[in-house]
Nanobody
Framework: QVQLVESGGGLVQTGGSLRLSCVAS????????MSWYRQAPGKQRESVAA???????NYTDSVKGRFTISGDFGKKTVYLQMNNLNPADTAVYYC??????????????WGQGTQVTVSS
């Protein structure tokens, strides 16, 4: 089973920055993509950013120009650099990874989440 562990969340003031990390472990033959989601209080989980193993990335409109996703798939790691944070970014951030544990078996795994709180 593929396990994901997020880190880097915390409390930051409006306009500040945080860098989230997600490290995967377990049997991983190939990644298709790694991504970040977030869930704010009282809201449904939404996608934030994703990157394929080929280096193609995409972002939700609300974070474009502020957040940058990057991956080091050799280290089984994905990052989310978050700049110019505002209170609307407050949420639990979750890492997701999908790919193959071997040539014939796919996986789709989630981390436990890391809290990001942006104060006014």
């Amino acid at each position: 089973q593929v396990q994901l562990v997020e880190s880097g969340g915390g409390l930051v003031q409006t306009g500040g920055s945080l860098r989230l990390s997600c490290v995967a472990s377990g049997r991983i033959f190939r990644f298709n993509a790694m991504s970040w989601y977030r869930q704010a209080p009282g809201k449904q989980r939404e996608s934030v950013a994703a990157i394929t193993s080929g280096g193609i990335s995409n972002y939700t409109d609300s974070v474009k120009g502020r957040f940058t996703i990057s991956g080091d798939f050799g280290k089984k790691t994905v990052y989310l650099q978050m700049n110019n944070l505002n209170p609307a970014d407050t949420a639990v951030y979750y890492c997701n990874a999908e790919g193959y544990t071997n040539y014939w078996k796919s996986f789709n795994s989630w981390g436990q989440g890391t809290q990001v709180t942006v104060s006014s």
